[in-house]
Each structure stands twice: as structure tokens, then as C-alpha cells.
């Protein structure tokens, strides 16, 4: 998906040790899980570079909310084009969706209050948004409450981000994605890149982007680079430095990275850096005082401690003049990159109970997840596990040691997902499963326990927007019949 690929460099020669990388991922691996990639980036080189096992580099990754900063460059590449202003008012692109008394605040909003965050909502419109019965996003916004004059009040609001989306889509007669494909994504080497869209056809914007790491290193470059890429300006000068400083306050906390000014669609950070990130640890940082990028995916819980760890390890190791080669480390620290894995479930050997509960199908009691059978197969070299619900059948194999590739649809809306799975028996009677979704920052955790007749399903997942874990199943067993 990512074709331009930037050149390969070592840290020394870069300025940078390689023993100040290998202690990065160390404290990565002793405080931190599910961090999926991570690429470092000086000089315009790509200096050190790691995939977790099962992640891969040429497999995509959901950005969630970094998509933002791409539709901020949008933005940016439709103001060189004259196609709008930042003093645009809102009203004004969707006057047939215009509440019939429009008031002060929602009139007084302009495009630059959309990039900024300083629409003047007091609550994120997004959940207005998508449970609008018409499937109507922009109506759905325009009729939100605006209580506070805009510019007066930072608020996180992926509703924003959306509009700045369907004014695009307004203004040309095609989708962000489509207007982005020749003038940014092409020439950084992005190509078949999916991003959802609301009922309407229009993309969401502030979410719903997938690429690969390199696609977000190389976004941070041109950024890094003042909007010049390969000899061209793709973006003005003038966009670069005002998307990327303080538009508006967004806290006072000195030790937080979430409260250091927002740009258009950017964060500022400590160290005179900014970012663009999405949650769940979708990281695009740019140091420019450093010659610096960073590039990480993954699947977090809480998103500081990466950012503490890239303070206390990368940035203070920049040093101003190319370093004396160091082979032995730099050896070290390639073996360390190539190595990466995340962890695969532990336990022990297969117990001679696991036949009595192959093959056997376990029906289960109505249940919130919809599951409806449960079957577990322990006659090959590994496991196959078969769920039914309402969607079908989803039979997923996996073996023990190793990550195993495949696909499902199980818990992916129907469009079947890639997914490695691995298992092992954490106990004489339980079996554990390890599904990681390996485009997204999700990891499914599945916990068999077989009491005489009956089998425990529980299941819980790494991160989530609602619960983590999920009620116990209960399934019943009946006599193994191949269908």
C-alpha cells in the first residue's frame, strides 16, 4: 500500500546512538502492551524500524483520530486552491440544512473553528451524528446546541472534523479520500488506502483512515519538511506553520502532551513538538528542532506513557554531528527489531482430557454476543474453534507457539478481518485464545473452561470505546454432528 519508501540509515551515522533506541524498546517491552510498530526518523532517514509479531510492515493499520490531521491537509490544499477561506461561515456551504432559526454562536462559526476545536459545543456532536434517523451527519450537526461563542472553547469534537470533510465533498463534487488520492496520497507513495463514510457517502473525517506505518512516517516527513516532498510543495509553508502552533488553549497541566495547545487537527507537545494521534496509540510526532518523526501504532490503553518514554530515550539522544559507527550495537540493535513479538499465550501441555471435549458442540443460552454454538477441535496439530451466530459460522484455527494467520468475519460487522491467532491450555481444564485483529489496535481474548457438560466462555478484548469485557456464556453440550 505504501510505495514511496524513505532511505535507510543508521542511528550513528544519523546522530544518534543506537544503544538510546535499544533502551527505548526495552522500557517499551518492561511498561508497555501492544505497541505494534514503531519507526524512527532523522535527517529524512529511516534510522531504526520494528513490527510486534503478529503485525506486519506492509499490512494497514486503523488510525483512528490521526486521520484528522489528514483532513486538516486537506483543508490546507483546498485554501491554496482557492476553493474556500478560514472565514468561510459553516451556514453558509448548507443552507438546506440550516436550522430554521439559526443562532448567534452557530452563525459565527467558520472553518477555522472546525480545524481548531473551538466550534463552541459544549459536548462532542459525534453521538448526534450517527444515530441521526435520515443518516443526515451535516443536518444533524447544524442542529446541535452551541453554548459558547466560537473560539471561546476547546473541545475535542470529531463532529467538526466530519463537517470540514462534507464541506470538501460540497465544494468538488468528490469524496476527501478522492480529492487527497492525486494532490497528497499518491505522491507519498499511499495507494489503495479505505476510509469509512457516513450513510451518505461522505468520509468520516475525524476517524475511519487505515495505512501502513510507513504512510504515517512518511506524512510526519512532509510535515517535518515544511510541506515539500521530493522536490514539489504539496503544501504552503504559511498551512505547515499554522496548522501546526496553538490556535487555541486546551489546559494548563505542564506534564501533559493533551494540554499544550491545539493546532488544525493538531496537538502540540512538550519540547516545541506536535502530533497528530488517534486512540489507542496511533502516534505521528514531529520534533523539529531534532530533524526528528516518529511513527507508532498500537493497541493502548493510555497514551502519555509512550509519549514519556520517546521524551526520556529519543529525544535528548539527538546529538548535532554524526556519531562514530558503533557495528556491534547497531547489530544488536537489528536483531532486537527483527525479533519483535508480542507475547503468545503461555501454558502447558495438551492433558489427555482435551479429547473428551473435542468436536463437541456446546450450545449456548440466549446471550448479548449473539453466540449461539461453541466447538473446539484438538485432533489436528493445534485448535480449530467454530462459532455460530445469527452472521453464520466463523471457524478459526490456531496453534500453540505460534502466531497463525487467518481471517474472520467473528466480531468485524460481517466483512471478514485479518486476524493471528495462537492458544494454549492455562490449566487441566482451560484453554485460552489470543485473537489479534492485526489492522486494528484490537485484541480479543477467549477463555474455554470445561466443567463435566458444560463449557465457561468468557471473553474480554485489550481496548475498547465501551466494556472490555463481556457477560460468561454458558453452553451446554450435546453430541459432536458434522454439518
Known amino acids: 500500500m505504501t510505495s514511496v519508501q524513505l532511505p535507510r540509515s543508521t542511528p550513528e551515522a544519523q546522530g544518534i546512538p543506537s544503544t538510546a533506541v535499544l533502551h527505548f524498546l526495552n522500557s517499551v517491552e518492561q511498561t508497555i502492551e501492544h505497541l505494534h510498530s514503531f519507526m524512527l526518523m ?3 532517514h529511516v534510522v531504526a524500524e520494528g513490527w510486534w509479531a503478529p503485525y506486519a510492515a506492509e499490512k494497514p493499520h486503523v488510525l483512528f483520530s490521526l486521520s484528522k490531521s489528514f ?6 490544499m483546498a485554501l491554496a486552491e482557492g476553493l474556500l477561506t478560514l472565514d468561510d ?5 448548507f443552507p438546506e440544512d440550516a436550522p430554521a432559526e439559526v443562532s448567534a454562536n452557530l452563525a459565527a462559526m467558520r472553518v477555522r473553528h472546525l480545524l481548531m476545536m473551538g466550534t463552541g459545543h459544549a459536548v462532542d456532536t459525534t453521538p448526534a451524528l450517527q444515530v441521526s434517523a ?4 451535516v443536518r444533524a450537526f447544524l442542529a446541535c446546541p452551541v453554548e459558547h461563542p466560537p473560539a471561546t472553547h476547546f473541545l475535542y469534537n470529531t463532529g467538526a472534523t466530519y463537517m470540514l470533510s462534507a464541506i470538501l465533498q460540497k ?10 488520492q492525486p494532490r497528497l496520497l499518491t505522491p507519498l507513495g499511499i495507494e489503495g488506502a479505505p476510509w469509512q463514510t457516513c450513510p451518505r457517502g461522505i468520509n468520516t473525517g475525524g476517524y475511519g483512515l487505515s495505512t501502513p506505518t510507513e504512510a504515517i512516517a512518511n506524512f510526519g516527513q512532509l510535515y517535518l519538511q515544511e510541506g515539500m516532498w521530493q522536490g514539489a510543495q504539496l503544501l504552503p509553508r504559511e498551512w505547515i506553520a499554522e496548522a501546526t502552533r496553538s490556535q487555541i488553549l486546551n489546559g494548563d497541566d505542564p506534564a501533559s502532551d493533551w494540554a499544550q495547545g491545539y493546532g488544525y487537527q493538531f496537538w502540540r507537545c512538550r519540547h516545541n513538538a506536535y502530533r497528530g494521534d488517534g486512540a489507542f496509540g496511533q502516534y505521528c510526532v514531529v520534533m523539529p528542532e531534532q530533524d526528528l518523526v516518529v511513527a507508532i501504532t498500537g493497541g493502548l490503553d493510555a497514551m502519555q506513557p509512550v509519549l514519556d518514554l520517546v521524551w526520556e530515550h529519543l529525544l535528548p539522544a539527538c546529538g548535532p554531528t554524526p556519531l ?18 508480542l507475547p503468545l499465550p503461555q501454558g502447558l501441555s495438551t492433558p489427555a482430557a482435551a479429547n473428551q471435549h473435542s468436536q463437541r458442540v456446546y450450545h449456548c443460552a440466549p446471550n448479548e454476543q449473539g453466540l449461539e454454538t461453541i466447538s ?3 485432533t489436528g496439530p493445534g485448535c480449530l474453534l467454530t462459532l455460530r451466530d445469527p452472521h453464520g459460522e466463523h471457524r478459526i484455527s490456531l496453534r500453540d507457539g505460534i502466531w497463525q494467520p487467518g481471517a474472520t468475519t467473528l466480531m468485524s460487522n460481517g466483512s471478514a478481518s485479518a486476524i493471528a491467532a495462537a492458544g494454549a491450555w492455562i490449566d487441566a481444564t482451560a484453554y485460552r485464545i489470543t485473537l489479534y485483529y492485526v489492522e486494528t489496535p484490537f485484541c480479543v481474548t477467549l477463555t474455554c473452561r470445561f466443567v463435566d457438560d458444560q463449557l465457561l466462555f468468557d471473553s474480554a478484548v485489550n481496548v475498547s470505546f465501551g466494556p472490555m469485557t463481556f457477560p460468561q456464556i454458558v453452553g451446554h453440550a450435546t453430541p459432536y454432528t458434522s454439518r
Do not use: M
Open 89 to 93: 461561515p459553516i451556514v453558509s456551504f
Open 376 to 378: 473446539l477441535d484438538f
Open 71 to 76: 483532513t486538516a491537509t486537506a483543508i490546507g
Open 134 to 137: 435520515d443518516g443526515n451527519w
Open 324 to 341: 562514530t559507527a558503533d557495528p556491534a550495537t547497531q547489530a544488536a540493535l537489528v536483531q532486537k527489531l527483527e525479533q519483535l513479538v
Open 171 to 180: 465544494l468538488t463534487g468528490i469524496t476527501l479520500l478522492e480529492y487527497l
Open 42 to 44: 532523522r535527517h529524512g
